[in-house]
């Protein structure tokens, strides 16, 4: 027995090993996504109704990377071609999905090990690095939401493309560079966020001590010539005029750079949809303090820059999530952050933090047992605190009545998540029976959320529309009627 423990360890200490550890770990916190099905906020759009899908020929494919995707605002050909290739050989099973999601968190962890290791972390520390990447509870929202797709294979091409770079730099070798800017490509064509690649380059750059040569410069010009008019794509669907309350937009932009920093290294209150603190301005507490964090965090980045992997962490962070940093409140019904946002970005700080680690355990085992055992068990409970908070996170996104209600607990006037509560009663029975509701009752309880949802927000045409749909059910015809006539005075289409 002891002769086969030791030869099971041995072979966790190899390279493979760790990487099999790591995939374990992370297959075991997002087990729970395995049972969930599909939600009723954007997964319709973007798999389920999606015009483009299934796919029936190349003329299919084509199409969809053809099309600006202005039904979704959004331009991502290749995640959706992943979710039409899916659909042609296993329809729409939830459980394949969601594997897959979960298989490419996978893929994309292994990759910022890969890369930990490249920039000279200990296997330990990269390990740390990486379970800290991936069982952080602020990526539930992109493993566990298959609409969410996108984060995890653009993720996983985005560090493909660093790991490729890193190595590229360090042999000089062409196919390596061409490998980098292949993986670019079908990163920016699974999200447009990854436009910001070859700013990171800039900093691995950084990190290799390049000094700034021209040809440093022109390295990054294939990948902007090639990323940022794809990115641009999606950018043009989304243009709005320019603020001009700038002190406002100051505050909303401190917030949401501040929040990001706080929730990933103190992972409490997390929710789905986070209420938008209102009313804006410094005599509201979490503006106040966003703007004196955000002074202090500059000036802390200041002090240590020549400490390299402080300034690579929070610079890495700034240059990829500052394209989705809002200034303005206007997606007030949904929020202005998004625990989604900060899958690529957090990156800089899980390497961080398997670099802090590292530093703080003794390089001579010898003399120091009780600092290494310190350290040891400081990282085993970081690690399963994350865990646990991540693998009971990840029943909230089991199915519509469970999300919704899981939102509404957080901001329960939050109008989007009562109209889709609603619309969950209404159009599913079977998820509503699966919770012992007969139909009159589900009937009611839409009723009452909708009821709510137009007080808050009387110009919202679904919310009347559904509330015709749910009275003309429960046999009020007039009152019915009357709700209809609602949507049509607001400009909107009667769908009965």
Not at 105 to 134: C, D, E, P, W, Y
Not at 222 to 237: D, H
Request: proline share 5%; charged share 15%; aromatic share 14%.
């Amino acid at each position: 027995m002891t002769s086969w423990l030791s030869r099971l360890t041995d072979r966790l200490r190899s390279p493979v090993g760790i990487y099999l550890l790591l995939a374990a770990a992370i297959l075991s916190v997002f087990s729970p996504c395995l049972t969930a099905g599909f939600l009723n906020w954007d997964d319709p759009k973007h798999l389920v109704h999606n015009p483009f899908l299934p796919l029936h020929g190349w003329s299919d494919v084509g199409a969809l990377f053809s099309s600006p995707a202005g039904y979704i605002r959004i331009y991502i050909p290749l995640t959706l071609l992943s979710f039409g290739a899916e659909r042609a050989v296993w329809g729409l099973d939830p459980f394949v999905f969601h594997l897959n999601n979960i298989l490419l968190h996978i893929a994309t962890a292994s990759l910022v090990m890969a890369l930990a290791r490249r920039l000279g972390l200990s296997a330990k520390g990269s390990l740390l690095a990486a379970l800290i990447f991936a069982l952080h509870p602020m990526r539930v929202e992109s493993v566990a939401w298959v609409t969410e797709r996108k984060d995890v294979l653009f993720g996983a091409f985005y560090m493909g493309a660093l790991v490729l770079y890193w190595d590229y730099l360090c042999s000089s070798r062409g196919r390596l560079y061409i490998a980098s800017l292949a993986c670019a490509i079908a990163s920016v064509l699974a999200k447009p966020t990854a436009f910001s690649l070859p700013l990171v380059f800039f900093l691995l750059d950084h990190m290799a001590g390049r000094k700034w040569t021209t040809r440093r410069w022109m390295e990054k010009v294939p990948f902007i010539l090639t990323l940022w008019p794809v990115a641009m794509i999606t950018v043009l669907m989304h243009v709005r005029p320019a603020s001009s309350d700038l002190v406002g937009a100051f505050l909303t932009w401190s917030y949401c750079a501040t929040f990001y920093v706080i929730k990933f290294f103190f992972p409490a209150g997390m929710a789905t949809i986070y209420a938008v603190p209102r009313p804006l301005g410094l005599e509201r507490p979490e503006y106040f303090w966003a703007v004196v964090l955000l002074v202090g965090i500059t000036g802390t980045v200041w002090l240590l820059r020549r400490r390299r992997w402080v300034v690579f962490a929070f610079l890495f962070y700034l240059v990829s999530i500052f394209s989705v940093l809002q200034t303005e409140l206007y997606r007030g019904a949904i929020g202005i952050v998004n625990d989604r946002f900060m899958y690529i970005p957090c990156v800089g700080f899980a390497l961080l933090s398997g670099r802090v680690w590292d530093r703080l355990l003794p390089k001579d085992p010898s003399g120091a047992a009780g600092n290494a055992r310190t350290g040891w068990i400081l990282a085993g409970i970081i690690v399963a605190a994350l865990s646990m908070t991540t693998f009971n996170r990840c029943f909230v996104w089991h199915d519509n009545l469970v999300f919704w209600n899981d939102v509404l607990r957080g901001d329960p006037d939050n109008t989007f998540a009562l109209i889709n509560r609603a619309a969950s009663l209404l159009e599913d029975k079977s998820l509503a029976r699966r919770y012992g509701l007969t139909d009159p009752a589900r009937y009611d309880l839409a009723l009452q959320d909708l009821q709510k949802a137009v007080r808050r927000a009387p110009g919202d045409t679904d919310a009347w529309n559904n509330m015709g749909i749910v009275l003309n059910r429960l046999g009020r015809v007039n009152e019915a009627e009357a709700a209809f006539s609602q949507v049509g005075k607001r400009g909107g289409v009667v769908r009965r």
